[in-house]
């Protein structure tokens, strides 16, 4: 049974902050990981994905990624009230997506 | 361009009832993947399909449940005989011909079941 984890939140930060958005999964074979984003009532809006091990940046968004602990993280640098939903950490397998129940994020102004 | 498009997005059934989801992909997608989200609770995978094919089926209730996606027309997602669990959101994506692995989500149908 494939799993991904997260906390549940919330996690609370003020604007302007860095907010930390972790993930772990289960299948060691996992090859594609993706982060999205969805407000209350609505549906996932994608973020970002990443492959490799490593950071990827995508304007105030980085993705890390390390696969030897099978980890998955969300950074997002000045965080907005905007900013303000629950993020899906999503883990791809032969063709579906398995997703983590998310984390809600609140933004302070 | 449009997106993946889903009707109806509210839909209410009483128990008993059939519910018919529809969902057409977005332009240049032919893989459809639906997914459902119960209140409180994560994404599930249901099915994924190929035009006139079911790929994987694995996330599907045994009972009940059925989807299509015919050569024409919109994918499908049939629940006959609908009871109170059934209510939900349920979610459609798609992704490209070179079965890309970014999947793009639609809006979704609420489903209510009285």
């Known amino acids: 049974q494939k799993e991904v984890e997260q906390n549940s939140g919330p996690l609370s930060v003020p604007e302007g902050a860095i907010a930390s958005l972790n993930c772990t999964y289960s299948?060691?074979?996992?090859?594609?990981f993706f982060w999205y984003r969805q407000y209350s009532g609505k549906s996932p809006e994608l973020i970002m994905f990443?492959?490799?091990?490593g950071d990827k940046e995508d304007g105030r968004f980085t993705a890390q990624l390390n696969k030897a602990s099978q980890y998955v993280s969300l950074l997002i640098r000045d965080s907005q009230p905007s900013d303000s939903a629950t993020y899906l950490c999503?883990?791809?397998?032969?063709?579906?997506?398995?997703f983590g129940k998310g984390t809600m994020l609140l933004v302070s102004p | 361009n449009a997106g993946v498009m889903q009707n109806p997005r509210h839909l209410v059934r009483r128990r008993g009832q059939e519910a018919r989801l529809r969902c057409s992909p977005m332009?240049?997608?032919?893989?459809v993947y639906w997914y459902r989200q119960l209140p409180e609770e994560g994404l599930k995978f249901m099915v994924y399909?190929?035009?006139?094919?079911?790929?994987?089926e694995s996330g599907m209730p045994k009972e009940r449940f059925s989807a299509e996606f015919p050569k024409e027309g919109p994918s499908i997602l049939r629940i006959q005989q609908v009871v109170r669990g059934d209510s939900a959101a349920y979610f459609c994506?798609?992704?490209?011909?070179?079965?890309?692995?970014?999947?793009?989500f639609g809006p979704g149908t609420r489903l209510t079941v009285l």
């Open positions: 332009k240049g997608h032919s893989h």
């Open positions: 299948d060691r074979g996992s090859q594609s």
């Open positions: 990443i492959y490799s091990n």
């Open positions: 994506a798609s992704s490209t011909d070179r079965g890309g692995d970014t999947q793009y």
């Open positions: 999503a883990v791809k397998g032969y063709s579906t997506l398995t």
């Open positions: 399909l190929q035009k006139e094919n079911i790929i994987d």
